[in-house]
């Protein structure tokens, strides 16, 4: 079984800094995909960036970057120039690569940007 | 993205009655649809996979009586919490696939559910 951790349950940062949340993972595939989600507080999960583990190139979005590890299972997300509005629950998740297959998901991280 | 409508976004029912979430997708064809709850300030708790047309798949620990799940079309699958209780109040998640190479989730925005 798949399984997703994040040691940090909760991180602050101050506005415009620069942060970086922690997700390990354990599997035995070689294929899958790895995500982060940001949950605000009005709870709708909303796709932050996406990793596929075949690319070796880190995926970045805006000001948002992964560095992902595959040898380590390893997949931070650094969050540069961080606005208020990050403010939010973090989750990192796991999907294999296989048709229909569910997405797994780490406890979260509860990311407080400070003015 | 893609749009997934997930209603009500909150219900408040008394004990021993049964409540229906549905969740639709609005623009694509969903085969498979996931059923996620979620304890206040705790993670997604994978419940169920559905896939359209075949019975659902549920999670080791989760009571395929207490939470029928129904994936009738390729846009709506309905989760029917039955004889609830108030250990059942919490929030609950859909989330919907397309067809083979989409490798992204689409999650409806929940829907607050509350036993008294």
């Known amino acids: 079984a798949q399984t997703v951790t994040q040691s940090q349950p909760e991180m602050s940062v101050q506005e415009a800094e620069t942060v970086t949340l922690s997700c390990t993972y354990d599997t035995s595939e070689n294929n899958y995909y790895l995500f982060w989600y940001k949950q605000p507080p009005s709870r709708q999960m909303i796709l932050v960036i996406r990793q596929e583990a075949y690319k070796q190139q880190n995926a970045t979005e805006n000001r948002f970057s992964v560095n992902f590890q595959k040898a380590a299972k390893s997949f931070s997300l650094k969050i540069s120039d961080s606005q208020l509005g990050d403010t939010a629950m973090y989750f990192c998740?796991?999907?294999?690569?296989?048709?229909?297959?569910?997405?797994?998901f780490g406890a979260g991280t509860r990311l407080t940007v400070k003015p | 993205g893609a749009v997934v409508s997930q209603h009500p976004s909150w219900v408040i029912c008394k004990s021993g009655t049964s409540v229906k979430i549905e969740c639709r997708s609005l623009d694509f064809q969903a085969t498979t649809m996931f059923w996620y709850r979620q304890f206040p300030k705790q993670s997604l708790m994978l419940m169920a996979t559905?896939?359209?047309?075949?019975?659902?798949?549920?999670e080791q620990g989760v009571e395929k009586d207490k939470f029928l799940i129904n994936h009738a079309s390729l846009t709506l699958s309905t989760l029917t919490v039955t004889s609830a209780h108030p250990e059942d109040s919490s929030f609950y998640i859909c989330?919907?696939?397309?067809?083979?190479?989409?490798?992204?989730?689409?999650f409806g925005q929940g829907t607050r559910l509350t036993v008294v």
């Open positions: 989330s919907a696939r397309g067809g083979q190479g989409v490798t992204e989730a689409f």
């Open positions: 998740a796991f999907m294999k690569h296989s048709r229909n297959n569910d997405m797994r």
């Open positions: 559905s896939n359209e047309g075949s019975k659902a798949t549920y």
